[in-house]
T-cell receptor, first 112, second 111 residues
């Protein structure tokens, strides 16, 4: 089925470790997004990419970097994980910078 | 700035009860409005949408009407089922901006 695929689904890191969350979409969407979801906070935008080759900061970018590798793939990197980054991370894509967001199933990250 | 305010949860109802989840918004301009649903362990899925004032979005027995005069987009369902248990997010979108979400409302339906 067409959609957004995120890997891994679960991850436990020690403080200071690094990791990359992978996201790929097969819907030929131009725009891709990374959100984090925390209890009582809803979804907060970390970074987004309006098109291949461009990335921009969202609401909560500190501690993260992103790479739009090609039109399909948009990765999120934590260079030095902190307990405050314990969260569920969602990748999403949309046909243009707006309508019809499709979400991946999420990555549950715990930093100890 | 743009914002979405949802009624705080959690909301617990018995099966076949009537559901309302309130959503109001603040926006510069004329946004499109959405309800997304998140089932346990899954990502968000679009439930319904409305793109202009007085539009009614509907899907799976859920409805919401875009009320410009009250800046609201309340979600309703006449008879809920256990399978409707999920987290519901109201969201708005303005052209050239990003989708803005409310904080979500957790709904639990008891048999």
């Amino acid at each position: 089925n067409a959609g957004v695929t995120q890997t891994p689904k679960f991850q436990v890191l020690k403080t200071g470790q690094s990791m990359t969350l992978q996201c790929a979409q097969d819907m030929n969407h131009n725009s891709m997004y990374w959100y984090r979801q925390d209890p009582g906070m809803g979804l907060r935008l970390i970074y987004y990419s309006a098109s291949e080759g461009t990335t921009d900061k969202g609401e909560v970018p500190n501690g993260y970097n992103v790479s739009r590798l090609n039109k399909r793939e948009f990765s999120l990197r934590l260079e030095s994980a902190a307990p405050s980054q314990t969260s569920v991370y969602f990748c999403a894509s949309s046909a243009s910078d707006g309508y019809g967001y499709t979400f991946g199933s999420g990555t549950r990250l715990t930093v100890v | 700035g743009n914002s979405v305010t949802q009624m705080e949860g959690p909301v617990t109802l018995s099966e076949e009860a009537f559901l309302t989840i309130n959503c109001t918004y603040t926006a510069t301009g004329y946004p499109s409005l959405f309800w997304y649903v998140q089932y346990p362990g899954e990502g968000l899925q679009l439930l319904l949408k409305a793109t202009k004032a007085d539009d009614k979005g509907s899907n799976k027995g859920f409805e919401a009407t875009y009320r410009k005069e009250t800046t609201s987009f309340h979600l309703e369902k006449g008879s809920v089922q256990v399978s409707d248990s999920a987290v519901y997010f109201c969201a708005l979108f303005l052209l050239n901006e990003k989708l803005t979400f409310g904080t979500g409302t957790r709904l639990t339906i008891i048999p």
